[in-house]
């Protein structure tokens, strides 16, 4: 057990969320009254339906905590800021600038660090004897930067893209046990738990890469990868992207493999097993959350850093590759030291 | 160099009348654990601020506040035996 209040809380106890001598309070009928720290918190996930009110937000936002909501099924629904924005005119003007004039080669940075992290994940089970893969991790490898070199318009960039991760999730029959095949990614629902896993899991990554975007003076809308024009803060999306084997899909195979989520355990019955139930998102939440905070010793910057900061510091890069046109590399596992 | 102290373990006293002023000051900043002992991780400017403001509310005279500093929440272990009433400090509410 943890001895430390931690920076970020999920809350999925249906219950009221307060302000009580300037701190916070959750009264639940599951839990009671449980008094939560306000100094060093920094994020509030909403899984269910937690009642508040505007003094509220206004309190959260004078204390800097950003407040992610989500539906009872867990999608997505929107974020609180505080107010204090990081808005720069300047770098908005040089970001729409990029994205108009060099839209094609960041974003063939971005695929290429997710073809280089997905090779990176994958090794380690042709490392440990499934040599099925072998040919996918070749083509990662070899192929992967020499078509991104010579692409000319986006739709055939993202052609790539596809191309990457349909045969990511191909290879998954060779090291998942049965009860977790998938036959194709579905989205919006997701049909089956390990889709269900991968979208759960991809949104968390998704909503945390908005509050780490948030600390620079980036506009969430403009992307590269993404279209620009998706209803959601789609530079989230982007930066999110290289993270996802790294943190996402090495939860869900840890998890799985070692049997700490189960499809009849951890899955709501009545919806065909395409849900998590309560339990199976703590496991879930808790195992991802772990990885997030994991360190490790940092190249350039001489010091331990942890995988959330690294999507911090992949919008710095990007920041500075639009104002001051320093090449943009994103976060490599494998320059991990 | 001075130690950085980033996890307490605080402990009071209190007159009847200033406790409750005490507790709210208390849980702002750290984990509420039992009645009158509270505990997690800080920062050094937060610990002065929660310093300065439990020195305006007691009475130095009749009050007593112990704030236990340690350098980290790994270099010490703990047991619990009985039942914890509220846990506040989980990552999942």
Redesign the interface.
């Known amino acids: 057990?943890?001895?430390?209040?931690?920076s970020?809380?999920?809350?999925?106890?249906p219950?009221t969320l307060g302000r009580e001598?300037?701190?916070l309070t959750?009264r639940?009928e599951e839990?009671?009254?449980?008094?939560?720290?306000?100094?060093?918190l920094k994020e509030l996930y909403l899984l269910n339906e937690i009642t508040l009110n505007s003094k509220l937000l206004s309190f959260l936002s004078m204390a800097g905590i950003t407040v992610h909501f989500f539906d009872y099924y867990g999608h997505f629904r929107g974020t609180f800021y505080p107010k204090d924005a990081r808005v720069s005119g300047k770098v908005k003007l040089l970001q729409a600038k990029a994205c108009l004039e060099r839209r094609i080669p960041i974003a063939a940075t971005f695929i290429g660090a997710i073809a280089a992290n997905i090779h990176e994940v994958l090794y380690h089970y042709y490392k440990h004897g499934n040599k099925e893969i072998k040919p996918y991790l070749n083509w990662l490898r070899k192929d992967v930067p020499r078509l991104l070199d010579k692409m000319e318009i986006i739709p055939r960039l993202l052609s790539v893209e596809g191309e990457i991760w349909r045969r990511f999730y191909d290879t998954f029959k060779t090291f998942l046990p049965e009860d977790f095949k998938m036959n194709k990614r579905v989205k919006r629902p997701p049909d089956n738990p390990l889709n269900a896993l991968i979208s759960f899991g991809n949104t968390i990554l998704y909503t945390k890469t908005i509050s780490q975007i948030y600390h620079t003076h980036l506009d969430q809308s403009i992307s590269f990868l993404h279209e620009p024009s998706d209803r959601r803060f789609s530079l989230s999306l982007d930066l999110s992207e290289p993270f996802k084997p790294l943190l996402v899909y090495r939860t869900i195979f840890e998890l799985v493999n070692n049997r700490r989520i189960q499809v009849n355990k951890h899955f709501e019955k009545d919806y065909n097993y395409c849900i998590l139930n309560g339990t199976g998102?703590?496991v879930f939440?808790?195992a991802l959350?772990d990885r997030m905070k994991q360190v490790f010793d940092h190249g350039t910057l001489k010091r331990k850093v942890s995988y959330l900061s690294a999507i911090k510091y992949d919008a710095y890069k990007l920041k500075k590759h639009i104002v001051e046109g320093i090449p943009f590399v994103p976060f490599l596992e494998k320059e991990k030291r | 160099m001075a130690k950085n102290y980033n996890?307490v373990i605080l402990v009071y006293d209190i007159g009847e009348k200033r406790v409750g002023k005490v507790f709210?000051i208390c849980?702002?900043?750290?984990?509420?654990f039992q009645k009158s002992v509270f505990?997690?991780?800080?920062?050094p400017a937060?610990l002065i601020?929660l310093r300065a403001e439990l020195k305006k509310v007691i009475d130095e005279g009749n009050d007593f506040v112990a704030v236990f500093k340690m350098t980290g929440?790994y270099v010490f272990d703990?047991e619990i035996i009985g039942a914890r009433m509220?846990?506040?400090?989980?990552?999942?509410?």
Request: no cysteine.
């Open positions: 057990m943890s001895k430390t209040a931690p970020t809380r999920y809350i999925r106890t219950g001598d300037n701190s959750f639940s839990r009671g009254i449980v008094h939560l720290p306000i100094h060093g998102r703590d939440i808790t959350e | 996890y709210k849980k702002k900043y750290l984990v509420h505990r997690g991780e800080i920062t937060n601020q929440d703990e509220n846990d506040s400090e989980s990552l999942l509410l």
